[in-house]
């Protein structure tokens, strides 16, 4: 039950240390893939 109340209960510089590291993971993996798709993309059209 203390996890639905984590994110109103603790201070913002935890949250954001806790939170950074997979949104910026994220991040790279969601434009390694436009790039490889348009990539592909490129060939196969083109």
Known sequence: ???????????VTKLLRKFTIPCIFSLIISCLYN????????????
């Open 1 to 11: 039950m203390q996890e639905s109340h984590y994110l109103g209960s603790v201070k």
């Open 35 to 46: 790039i490889v798709d348009q990539i592909f993309v490129g060939n196969g059209v083109g």
